[in-house]
């Protein structure tokens, strides 16, 4: 029983020289994802407060669309639907990317964050205290320059405790990954399942695992949230 549980759960921490481990492979999934998603949604979120139609709309019909649906479907459309059309296959670049199943599921977590993203960084734009950009722009400051460096800056340390709610709920959707067979934590408990028959123990062991991956992101979230939002505490 003991040779079984070594061979079937190993994979969960330990690699063994060819493969990622569960671990790693759900925190690369997670980094490449978040870390894409928040590049593009600064942009976004500038353009979907923007008070022209022209810019604002299509990002909102963006965010409402990946929002709207779930994260499941637009993975199965990303990884099997689009390299369906054969149009797609046509192209060499794209027949490539889209035949990749990490390229699929990364691009299919990217989209899902960056809409919710984009959302929590606008409504931190919009929320911002009118006296704040009236007083950026008494000191010369207007276009990309009151964006770089008053508005956004104010607007992500404002969102910060918002944005980890998202990161948190990343890590947590990244468990769809199995469907593109990407072997993230929940594919070896499912495979070690499979093979062993011991389902509480395997779905157990996953689940400490992520336990443990969100209690060191929040950790890490607190500690930038007391050094970037200390000015919003008591002043005495």
């Known amino acids: 029983m003991i040779e079984l549980l070594q061979e079937y759960w190993r994979p969960f921490l330990y690699s063994d020289g060819y493969h990622m481990t569960g671990l790693a492979m759900t925190m690369w999934l997670l980094s490449a994802s978040i870390c894409i998603g ?12 923007s008070p022209k139609r022209y810019i604002r709309w299509p ?7 990946f929002r709207g649906t779930p994260l499941y479907i637009q993975l199965l459309i990303c990884y099997t639907g689009i390299y369906s059309i054969a149009a797609v296959r046509a192209q060499p670049l794209l027949d490539s990317f889209f035949r ?3 390229n699929c599921t990364i691009l299919a977590f990217a989209l899902n964050t960056c809409a919710y993203t984009t959302e929590i960084f606008a409504g931190a734009i919009r929320s911002m205290a009118h006296g704040e950009v009236e007083a950026a722009k008494a000191y010369g400051l207007s276009g990309w320059k009151l964006y770089a460096y008053v508005i956004m800056p104010s607007a ?9 709610n998202e990161v948190i709920l990343m890590l947590h959707s990244t468990t769809v990954a199995f469907t593109a067979t990407i ?17 509480f123990q395997s779905f157990g062991i996953a689940a400490i695992i992520y336990l443990c991956v969100t209690f060191t992101l929040v950790g890490l979230f607190r500690l930038a949230e007391r050094r970037w939002l200390a000015f919003l505490g008591p002043t005495h």
């Open 183 to 199: 072997p993230d934590i929940l594919k070896i408990a499912r495979d070690a399942n499979s093979a062993t028959f011991l389902t």
């Open 156 to 164: 992500l340390r404002r969102s910060l405790p918002y944005y980890s």
């Open 38 to 49: 928040f590049l593009v949604s600064i942009p976004l979120s500038i353009a979907w407060v």
């Open 100 to 102: 990749d199943a990490m």
């Open 59 to 65: 990002v909102r019909f963006y965010t409402y669309l």
